[in-house]
């Protein structure tokens, strides 16, 4: 959506992020995530992050000359940034299961086979540790630069990936607003539904954008 801006805020050099478009629609991934929690996790939690943020960055321009009042920031920039960050990545990793497949082919495969034993451990060490994160987090499968190694790891709160010098390939949100409406306390069914409905296509671009980066 464009919209104009007069006045003072149209000269702001603040950048601003946007709420992005899913590429499919809310109910498109039901059975496994409902459409009304589609519609309030996207329009509602989302969308609160990246007001979050752009109010952050606002007030980060304002007070620039302010060190303390910088500092003081960094929480409501890394909270509400790495909502933002996170959850574009998810929408991406996310698509409807007659748009996808049940796994990766081709080299992310291989991979995950001789990183984790088979498909099947690494999907089981994954779910595993999304179902142990305490309180909000995420559970991500990530490439760690360092090593040429993937990984599975875990964050709390909306901490974002990058802050590990790791590289996000694939997010699962284990926050409740993810999948309370529909699965109520238990995130181990939420962990098992949600496989149905990676979209391993972005996945697999992912980590041939990181292996290619690495380089
Ligand atoms: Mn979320």
């Avoid at 620039?64 to 500092?71: H, N």
């Avoid at 694939?170 to 949600?194: F, S, T």
């Amino acid at each position: 959506m464009l919209v104009t801006r007069i006045g003072r805020r149209a000269l702001s050099s603040v950048p601003k992020v946007a709420l992005p478009d899913l590429d499919f629609d809310y109910g498109e991934l039901e059975p496994y995530i409902s459409a009304d929690i589609m519609r309030i996790h996207h329009s509602k939690h989302h969308q609160a992050y990246v007001n979050g943020f752009n109010a952050a960055m606002e007030q980060l321009e304002a007070h620039k000359a302010d060190p303390s009042k910088l500092i003081a920031l960094q929480s409501a920039l890394k909270f509400n940034g790495g909502g933002h960050v996170n959850h574009s990545i998810f929408w991406k990793n996310l698509a409807p299961k007659t748009q996808t497949s049940e796994a990766p082919g081709g080299l992310l495969l291989k991979d995950i086979e001789n990183t984790f034993g088979s498909f099947e451990s690494f999907k089981n060490k994954l779910s595993t540790a999304c179902a142990g994160v305490q309180g909000s987090g995420w559970g991500w499968l990530a490439y760690n630069p360092s090593t040429g190694r993937l990984e599975i790891t875990t964050m709390a709160n909306q901490d974002p990936l990058v802050i590990t010098g790791m590289i996000p390939l694939l997010g699962i949100d284990v926050w409740e607003h993810a999948y309370y409406l529909q699965y109520k306390n238990v995130r181990p069914d939420y962990l098992k539904a949600i496989w149905n409905v990676i979209h391993w296509k972005d996945v697999e671009a992912r980590y041939a954008q990181a292996l290619h980066k690495n380089q």
